[in-house]
T-cell receptor, first 113, second 110 residues
């Protein structure tokens, strides 16, 4: 298996622009997680899905953030409008069940100018 | 609220110098404690899962142990390629949710 795939790997945008991050989980994994990593706050869970349904979005910082999972092999995290404080590395992870280890993708490094 | 504290923040070792990393946690109903390794510019890579106090797991030069309040990652005779950030995470009763510590940056000098 190719592992979790994320795109783009790097994104540089200007404040106010819309940003869309993409993720393809490992085939057969029923859980998909979106994390954000910064030096100050470490690795934080934003939202997770089970069988394409959002289960817990309590980590989503504000209404500017939204996530979707239209099918078992694709998810998006959208920020609209983007702000400089959104600059971080965003990781997608997937797992077989909610209590198994999670496998992480390579991340998307987002810079908002 | 689940909490994880890792120490030290950074650790510098000479090749072959064994040491341990600490992960202290507070969680309501531990379902699992996870160790990950993260190299610069990459995503965390899964190492171990521990489920109950007294459990131990080993992989090459790494050995993870678990008590009711903390976990240790022991590194025996480390090599420069063991240099990375080591992350600890706990899963409590919140299904699916992992709470991560800030990590320990390990540097092994040849």
């Amino acid at each position: 298996d190719a592992g979790v795939i994320q795109s783009p790997r790097h994104e540089v945008t200007e404040m106010g622009q819309e940003v869309t991050l993409r993720c393809k989980p490992i085939s057969g994994h029923d859980y998909l997680f979106w994390y954000r990593q910064t030096m100050m706050r470490g690795l934080e869970l934003l939202i997770y899905f089970n069988n394409n349904v959002p289960i817990d979005d309590s980590g989503m910082p504000e209404d500017r953030f939204s996530a979707k999972m239209p099918n078992a092999s694709f998810s998006t995290l959208k920020i609209q409008p983007s702000e400089p404080r959104d600059s971080a590395v965003y990781f997608c992870a997937s797992s077989f069940t909610g209590y198994n280890e999670q496998f992480f993708g390579p991340g998307t490094r987002l810079t908002v100018l | 609220e689940d909490q994880v504290t890792q120490s030290p923040e950074a650790l510098r070792l000479q090749e072959g110098e064994s040491s341990s990393l600490n992960c202290s946690y507070t969680v309501s109903g531990l379902r699992g404690l996870f160790w990950y390794r993260q190299d610069p510019g990459k995503g965390p890579e899964f190492l171990f899962t521990l489920y109950s106090a007294g459990e131990e797991k080993e992989k090459e030069r790494l050995k993870a142990t678990l008590t009711k309040k903390e976990s240790f990652l022991h590194i025996t005779a480390p090599k420069p390629e063991d240099s990375a950030t080591y992350l600890c995470a706990v899963q409590g009763t919140s299904y699916g949710k992992l709470t991560f510590g800030q990590g320990t940056i390990l540097t092994v000098h040849p």
